[in-house]
């Protein structure tokens, strides 16, 4: 590793140090393990699934609504694997759009129930494809997302945003569309949405990926249309 981090002439050293010490400090978290970690604070199953106990004592639910569609009524939720899983969970809340903020949860009813609509959005690719020193890029990153859910809650088709515990991944994308829906920048988007569900919680680096979210919008705002 330090050889291929370190070149040998002048220039060329220093910028590759910058590149190595960039790349190094931006090491992928393990979010299954968080959420694991999450389950056991709160004496869950090793599954997450919410109980009556998780509900009255830390106001954890399989999924909570943090938007409400102005005209038809429709919500996004945030929410848990368990409510991605159970129909009679995605029925009782009119949910037929879910948004997979994983690389590798399967989409459970994808190829069994037409009624269910799926969108794969990994959030892990922002750690590939984005530099969070700059905002360059991070609106074109969650336009497609935001695209999506907008086109559904418009035709009245409520939508799940969901992870393993609904808190870091669905949680951070669930931030990331309250701040374009409601107009919000990211600290009151945090804000809203962990009242809303109180496990929402972008750790590391997905915090700062909100705030360019933010001078992303910000800058696109000040160039006018």
Same mark, same amino acid.
């Given at each position: 590793?330090?050889?291929?981090?370190?070149?040998?002439?002048?220039?060329?050293?220093?910028?590759?140090?910058?590149?190595?010490?960039?790349?190094?400090?931006?090491?992928?978290?393990?979010?299954?393990?968080?959420?694991?970690?999450?389950?056991?604070?709160?004496?869950?199953?090793?599954?997450?699934?919410?109980?009556?106990?998780?509900?009255?004592?830390?106001?954890?639910?399989?999924?909570?609504?943090?938007?409400?569609?102005?005209?038809?009524?429709?919500?996004?939720?945030?929410?848990?694997?368990?409510?991605?899983?159970?129909?009679?969970?995605?029925?009782?809340?009119?949910?037929?759009?879910?948004?997979?903020?994983?690389?590798?949860?399967?989409?459970?009813?994808?190829?069994?129930?037409?009624?269910?609509?799926?969108?794969?959005?990994?959030?892990?690719?922002?750690?590939?494809? /984005? !530099?969070? %020193? #700059?905002?360059?890029?991070?609106?074109?990153?969650?336009? $497609? @997302?935001?695209?999506? +859910?907008?086109?559904?809650?418009?035709?009245?088709?409520?939508?799940?945003?969901?992870?393993?515990?609904?808190?870091?991944?669905?949680?951070?994308?669930?931030?990331?569309?309250?701040?374009?829906?409601?107009? /919000? !920048?990211? %600290? #009151?988007?945090?804000?809203?949405?962990?009242?809303?569900? $109180? @496990?929402?919680?972008? +750790?590391?680096?997905?915090?700062?990926?909100?705030?360019?979210?933010?001078?992303?919008?910000?800058?696109?705002?000040?160039?006018?249309?």
């Amino acid at each position: 590793l330090a050889q291929a981090c370190v070149p040998r002439t002048g220039k060329a050293v220093r910028l590759q140090r910058r590149r190595c010490t960039f790349t190094m400090a931006r090491r992928v978290p393990d979010y299954d393990e968080e959420a694991r970690k999450l389950f056991a604070l709160l004496n869950l199953s090793p599954t997450g699934a919410a109980s009556a106990e998780s509900s009255r004592l830390h106001g954890y639910n399989n999924l909570d609504p943090i938007w409400k569609h102005p005209t038809t009524g429709a919500r996004v939720f945030i929410g848990n694997s368990t409510a991605s899983g159970q129909r009679d969970i995605l029925s009782s809340n009119g949910i037929t759009h879910v948004v997979n903020c994983t690389s590798d949860m399967p989409n459970t009813f994808e190829g069994r129930d037409p009624s269910i609509t799926y969108f794969r959005f990994d959030i892990y690719r922002f750690m590939r494809v /984005l !530099d969070l %020193r #700059t905002h360059q890029g991070v609106l074109e990153f969650f336009t $497609p @997302v935001f695209n999506w +859910i907008d086109e559904a809650v418009a035709g009245g088709h409520s939508v799940l945003v969901h992870c393993l515990a609904g808190a870091h991944r669905a949680g951070t994308t669930g931030v990331a569309y309250s701040m374009h829906a409601a107009n /919000l !920048d990211h %600290r #009151t988007a945090i804000a809203a949405c962990k009242t809303c569900r $109180p @496990v929402v919680d972008p +750790i590391g680096d997905l915090t700062m990926l909100l705030a360019q979210l933010h001078a992303a919008r910000q800058s696109a705002k000040a160039s006018g249309p």
